[in-house]
Structure formats: structure tokens, C-alpha cells
């Protein structure tokens, strides 16, 4: 019988994060997807591409053989050509609508329809009811210009459909169709332990310039219930046997009352999990520090972006220097494991700026540091900045954070390709860092070790 819906996450062959880091993380959007598919009982098949190394005649050979009703594609902005070459690919091999969703698609959607007719349909911003209601009215022969958050062709024109309201209370969506895909496939860094990623949150009030988290997902914060996050990690445990869980949340202490709640709770049910979140510095402190870490949190990320504080008030950061130390410093104290986020060539760096934010991060004695290239993504106040100026690249494949896209007023893309290098060099390089870190973690020290020998 033939499948109603193929889900696929296009091929990734040059993500450097995949690559030197080993970071394999479930497709969390198109599970969701999945699962409101499942519910309202329409067949489904995911096929993540990158995680399994598969390639487009794989894409062709699922086509043929499971001949599906509709296909969805999800796109991010540096594997949009991957995306637009796996649509081409479901053509080759059948004639299955083809739906394209992710944050490129929301935010250039007039332009992809434009330029790639083996693409049917855009979903803009969260997908999973407008997919749904969009294969029951193909399915029916019914009017897709009545499905809001729907961009497509129509009589050679584009029909852009208006926005649809988000999803408001997301205990009501199901858990991702986890089962869909191999466990086996994700890891974090070769940690030999399956890792399950899980979100508690959508939508961000903050406005920082190099982020697109609200122009996706709205500025309001919609929490799921405590209660129903701890449920979730109970059927990942007991179904999956995972117990090593990333909070994929854009900022999961975002509401500090919530996760207070949250980990009394994890306590109290002794679920026994790892876990690691990602932590904005104004809001934690050490009180909740200490509870994380008595509720198993190993691993704080923290978007550090810069050293320099006149950096950090010009993308709307809203954070201070101190309040980074000293959530570096208490979470080292507690024995948690911390990634420092920088950002390289955020608009006014300059030679001077990226080599106090280099120091400022030794100094911060984080476990590790990603040292990324500030990257003007669509939906960003950052990109319609660079957009405004005629400067923006085309090139989107080079949107992947290792690869310099646009200059500052001081600094050219080659000087920036060689800030990061060096800043690769400085933090990894020292004596004590090796010696600690070796000592304490093994293996994922030689993944980032890895990102200094790269071409
Ligand atoms: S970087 Fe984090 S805090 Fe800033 S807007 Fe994005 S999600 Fe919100």
C-alpha cells in the first residue's frame, strides 16, 4: 500500500559541526510533524538524511518504493540547495506534492517557489497542524488557499496565504514520532550513550539582532507544563531506554520559576537522567544552579557571544560582562560541564574586540568553546541590516557558521576566517586546558581538537 506522507531531512555531507564535533541530534520539527500526522491517522515514514549518510538515489529508491501521497522537506538556511536537490530528487522517482518547512522556507518563500517548481507548497513558521489540514484537503480535492501559513503557486502567480496563529498551548501537542527513527543514529561528541533531545518552550521576548527565534516562533514564551515535560522523559526512558537528554529549548531559563518547578520535580520522581540546556546569564543564579545540578544537569551552553560590552549592547544581548563570569564561575564550582558561545565579526568587532573576547573566554575556564561566525540568517535584524546595506551574500551554503559572510567595518572576511583559527588555537592549545580536559573528558577534547587541523 502506498505511504501517505515521506518526511525527509535533507543529505548534510559538509556540516563542520557534524563533522569535527560528531553531533547527531534527532530532526525534533519533523517529529512533530510525525506524531500530529500519527494522530489524526495518516501513514508516515522519516528519513533523516544527514544522521543516516544517505544520499539522493536513496531518496529516489524511498520514492519509488514507497510511493507517497506527499512529501515534506524540511530547510535551513546553509542546506537549502540540499533541500531544493531532495525535492528534485522525489520528482525524478514519482509525483508526490512537495512541501518544503524549516526556517528558510519561512522566511524566503516567495523566492524558493519562484526558482524551484519541483517545490508545491512553503509552510511559514511551526508546521505541524498546517501540514496535517493540508494533506486532508489534497486528499480531498478541497482548496488549499483556505490554509493559513500556506505559500503556493497558483495560476503562475505565488498565493501567500495569511500567517497562522501558533500552537498556544503546547501540552496539547503529541510527543515527537521518536520511534520513527533509529536511536542509534545520535550521539553527542562519540559519547558512547544515545542521546534524546526534548523541547519545553517556543517563542522569545528577547531581541537579540543575530537571532530568528521570535520571528518563528513569536515573542510570547509558551511553556509546556513541568508535569508534561517530566511524562515526556519518562516514555523516553521507558520506550527508548535513553537517559542522557539535551533541552533543545532557545533558552531553557528563560522563565527561572519554571525550571525550579520543573527540577523539584525531577527530583522527586528520581527519573535518574543527564541532562545539559542551554542558560541565559540574567537568568539563572547560583541557587538554581545548585538545584540543576542536584537534578542532574551536567551541561550548561551559554551564548557568550562577545567580550566586549559595547558588543554585546549593539545586538540587543542585554547581558554584562559580570553576570557571565560569575555564572561561569558558580557553574564550575557545582562540577557542571560549560560550553562558551562566541560569536566572531558581530557588526563594530574589530581586531581589538575579538582578541578581548579570546582572553575573556580562557578566563571564564569553560569546559569548551564554539567559536562561531557571526552569520546574517533570514528572519534576523542582522540580515535585513546587511540586506539594507547591498551587502548580503548569496552563497547560502556558506550560512553554516564555520564560513565568513560578511565583513565589519574594520575587518575582512579573510580576517575574520583567521580570528577564528586563532581563537580555536588560543583556547585549545594551552598546557592546563589539555591536561584538565584530557583527564576529565577523553574523547570529545580530540572532536575539538579536530576543528584546529581543518583546512
Ligand atoms: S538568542 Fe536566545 S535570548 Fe536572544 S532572542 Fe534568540 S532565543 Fe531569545
Request: charged content about 25%; glycine content about 6%.
Amino acid at each position: 500500500m502506498a505511504l501517505d506522507v515521506l518526511l525527509i531531512n535533507p543529505p548534510d555531507q559538509k556540516s563542520k559541526y557534524k563533522k569535527y564535533l560528531n553531533i547527531r541530534i534527532p530532526p525534533l520539527g519533523i517529529l512533530y510533524i510525525a506524531a500530529v500526522l500519527e494522530e489524526n491517522g495518516i501513514s508516515v515514514e522519516v528519513m533523516d538524511c544527514a544522521a543516516e549518510d544517505t544520499t539522493y538515489a536513496d531518496i529516489r529508491e524511498r520514492v519509488e518504493r514507497t510511493r507517497p501521497f506527499m512529501v515534506g522537506i524540511t530547510s535551513t538556511t546553509p542546506l537549502i540547495n540540499e533541500a531544493v536537490m531532495s525535492a528534485e530528487a522525489v520528482k525524478m522517482a514519482g509525483d508526490p506534492y512537495i512541501v518544503l518547512g524549516g526556517p528558510h522556507a519561512t522566511f524566503l518563500h516567495h523566492e524558493i517557489l519562484t526558482e524551484n517548481t519541483a517545490i508545491d507548497f512553503v509552510i511559514k513558521g511551526e508546521g505541524e497542524y498546517v501540514f496535517a489540514e493540508l494533506y486532508q484537503i489534497l486528499r480531498s480535492g478541497g482548496d488549499p488557499g483556505t490554509i493559513e501559513g500556506l505559500v503556493f503557486r497558483s495560476n503562475g502567480a505565488i498565493q501567500e496565504n495569511p500567517d497562522r496563529e501558533v500552537c498556544v498551548d503546547l501540552n496539547t501537542l503529541p510527543y515527537p514520532a521518536r520511534h520513527l527513527l533509529p536511536k542509534e543514529n545520535y550521539r553527542i561528541f562519540d559519547v558512547n550513550m544515545p542521546i534524546a533531545t526534548v523541547i519545553c518552550s517556543r517563542g522569545c521576548p528577547m531581541r537579540c539582532s543575530f537571532c530568528a527565534s521570535s520571528a518563528i516562533h513569536g515573542r510570547t514564551i509558551r511553556k509546556r507544563s513541568p508535569e508534561d515535560v517530566i511524562e515526556e522523559i519518562r516514555h523516553i526512558r521507558d520506550t527508548l531506554d535513553i537517559s542522557m537528554i539535551a533541552f533543545m529549548d532557545d533558552t531553557f531559563t528563560l522563565m527561572p520559576g519554571w525550571v525550579e518547578t520543573f527540577c523539584n520535580l525531577l527530583i522527586e520522581e528520581d527519573l535518574h537522567i543527564e541532562w545539559g540546556c542551554t542558560a541565559r546569564v540574567d537568568r539563572i543564579d547560583s541557587d538554581l544552579i545548585r538545584l540543576m545540578k542536584r537534578a542532574g544537569c551536567e551541561t550548561l551552553f551559554i551564548g557568550v557571544e562577545s567580550g566586549d560590552q559595547e558588543i554585546l549592547d549593539r545586538i540587543k544581548k542585554g547581558t554584562k560582562i559580570d553576570q557571565i563570569k560569575t555564572v561561569f564561575s558558580t557553574a564550575r564550582d557545582f562540577g557542571m560541564r560549560t560550553i562558551a558561545s562566541i560569536a566572531l565579526g558581530l557588526p563594530g568587532e574589530t581586531k581589538e574586540t575579538a582578541k578581548k573576547s579570546i582572553s575573556f573566554v580562557k578566563k571564564l575556564h569553560a569546559s569548551y568553546a564554539l567559536f562561531s561566525i557571526a552569520t546574517p540568517y533570514p528572519g534576523t535584524e542582522f540580515y535585513n541590516t546587511v540586506r539594507e546595506n547591498g551587502n548580503l551574500p548569496q552563497n547560502w551554503s556558506n550560512f553554516d557558521l564555520f564560513s565568513p559572510v560578511v565583513g565589519t567595518l574594520s575587518l575582512t572576511l579573510e580576517d575574520i576566517r583567521d580570528i577564528q583559527k586563532k581563537a580555536y588555537r588560543e583556547f585549545y592549545l594551552r598546557p592546563i586546558y589539555i591536561l584538565e580536559t584530557l583527564a576529565k573528558e577523553g574523547r570529545p577534547f580530540f572532536h575539538a581538537m579536530k576543528v584546529l587541523i581543518s583546512p
